[in-house]
């Protein structure tokens, strides 16, 4: 079965981390590029990040603001965002995809709140 599995999310206070994963399956993963993609209560979709199908080259949404790294392991079919100094407004689902967002996982959910 082709499928993306989120993992990682919870509650968090402002100013903390999470690491968010994503296992891919059914596929051979290391041959799409791959994104974070995030949804907030009442909002449409948000592109948070997307990697290079070797890792090499990154990119950011600007309120990223340097304080997300997008990562891959393609031996271990994982997509990897690591999250520090985390602000209220960063709160939403987030989603593994593949780049031409033809493939989603169900998400995982992060709140960041006191």
């Known amino acids: 079965e082709v499928r993306l599995v989120e993992s990682g999310g919870g509650l968090v206070q402002p100013g903390g981390s999470l690491r968010l994963s994503c296992a891919a399956s059914?596929?051979?993963?290391?041959?799409?590029?791959a994104s974070w993609v995030r949804q907030a209560p009442g909002k449409g979709p948000e592109w948070v990040s997307v990697?290079?199908?070797?890792?090499?080259?990154?990119y950011y949404a600007d309120f990223v603001e340097g304080r997300f790294t997008i990562s891959r392991d393609n031996a271990k079919n994982t997509l990897s965002l690591q999250m520090n100094n985390l602000k209220p407004e960063d709160t939403a689902m987030y989603y593994c995809?593949?780049?031409?967002?033809?493939?989603w996982g169900q998400g995982t959910q992060v709140t960041v709140s006191s």
């Open positions: 995809t593949k780049w031409d967002g033809s493939l």
């Open positions: 059914g596929f051979t993963f290391g041959s799409y590029t």
């Open positions: 990697i290079s199908t070797d890792g090499g080259n990154t």
